[in-house]
């Protein structure tokens, strides 16, 4: 509740600058969801590990679990901005779980967008309301940045693949019901590769130990192991050699969606830091009256607003499809994440040894935060995107 009550003293970096009235309709929704279901419960998702399915279930009833499907399979049909200016507002009540929501939704689009109507139809449906829940599975031990090396093999046998390999860092893995694995149909390299769709209790299915992490401890971890998996043909999305592709363009996305979680956590440090000077005092007055301590805050909110345009930049122009998206994708990516941890990093020093308290929840935005700078592709390979983009247009 705090934090929605308090939005309006903080004009500086009001997050409702240049949005429709129907956007900030979706905003508001999304603030009141996060600060009375999310909030409240935030500290205690996160030390005992909890997945909340039911408070996942009540954010897909408001549409958020198909943002951006299509209405006719149970989406809501919304922009990437829209989706961006939710999990924005969403991850100030807890960044873990929206970073999940946001790679759930990811997964449901990759079904709308690649699947065939059967296909759009089966799984959809159940997953625009989360009572059904995905996970992604690209990375493996041996290839996280280089995901084209992937060993996971398909062996066509009749009217089913054989699967069998690994996936590593699997969000959700062992809790979820369908799982979007790419896997290698043909020859080495990104044109071998294929996607299929495989169901939770498929035989040859199984999971590895559940990861002890530094953060998104609301959310499973696990290694996903195909052993002689069986999977139907009809569960392939696209097709054969078009899984890579798929893979990229859901990233894409999935960029935006990760930026917006770093985005939702600086939002509410910046409020938190702010909150914190006002009220703690030091050699005789409050904090806010530092100036070195204002300057802080100042730089903070800059940065955070800075991150924000940015990253509704990139928003617009993948939802156009530009010829800049995917750059502008991975700049957003780079900067927001980048900038999003250093904000939250200096709202812990801002509240000095409280903040190293999990009684304060700047300090789970922190460690929740830090993984954003890991996973949808490194900040290491967005550079490397970027400068390839720049190099390119060269010649």
Request: with cysteine; charged share 20%.
């Amino acid at each position: 509740m705090k934090l929605v009550e308090r939005m309006p003293r903080l004009q500086s970096c009001q997050a409702a600058h240049g949005l429709s009235d129907e956007q900030k309709e979706f905003q508001k929704m999304a603030f009141d969801f996060a600060a009375h279901e999310m909030s409240p419960h935030m500290a205690e998702w996160d030390e005992k590990e909890i997945f909340p399915v039911e408070t996942m279930r009540k954010a897909a009833q408001l549409g958020f679990g198909g943002i951006y499907v299509q209405p006719e399979v149970g989406g809501s049909g919304l922009s990437r901005l829209d989706t961006s200016v939710i999990f924005e507002a969403l991850s100030t009540g807890c960044v873990s779980t929206t970073a999940y929501i946001s790679i759930h939704n990811m997964c449901n689009w990759m079904i709308d967008t690649f699947g065939n109507t059967e296909q759009r139809e089966k799984f959809c449906p159940e997953l625009c309301t989360m009572d059904k829940f995905a996970s992604y599975c690209l990375t493996e031990p041996g290839s996280g940045s280089d995901a084209a090396s992937l060993l996971t093999t398909a062996k066509l046998e009749g009217h089913h693949y054989i699967l069998n390999g690994s996936k590593a860092f699997i969000s959700g893995g062992g809790d979820t019901d369908v799982y979007i694995v790419m896997c290698r149909t043909g020859g080495k390299g990104p044109k071998g590769i294929s996607c299929v769709v495989v169901e939770k209790d498929t035989p040859g299915l199984s999971f590895g130990k559940k990861e002890k992490k530094v953060g998104w401890n609301s959310q499973p971890t696990r290694a996903v192991i195909l052993e002689d998996c069986h999977v139907p043909v009809t569960n392939r999305l696209g097709q054969e050699g078009q899984g890579f592709n798929i893979a990229m363009r859901g990233l894409n996305g999935g960029r935006i969606n990760i930026a917006s979680c770093s985005l939702g956590a600086a939002h509410a440090c910046v409020q938190l830091a702010r909150d914190h000077l006002l009220v703690r005092k030091q050699f005789g007055e409050a904090l806010s009256n530092n100036q070195f301590l204002q300057f802080k805050l100042a730089e903070m909110a800059t940065k955070l607003v800075a991150s924000r345009l940015l990253l509704r930049e990139a928003a617009v122009a993948l939802q156009e499809s530009r010829s800049d998206a995917v750059s502008l994708c991975s700049m957003a990516k780079l900067f927001v994440t980048d900038e999003c941890f250093n904000i939250c990093n200096q709202a812990l020093q801002m509240h000095g040894g409280y903040g190293y308290l999990k009684d304060y929840a700047v300090q789970q935005f922190v460690r929740d935060i830090r993984v954003h700078q890991i996973l949808e592709g490194t900040n290491e390979v967005m550079r490397m995107i970027i400068a390839r983009s720049l190099l390119s247009e060269s010649g």
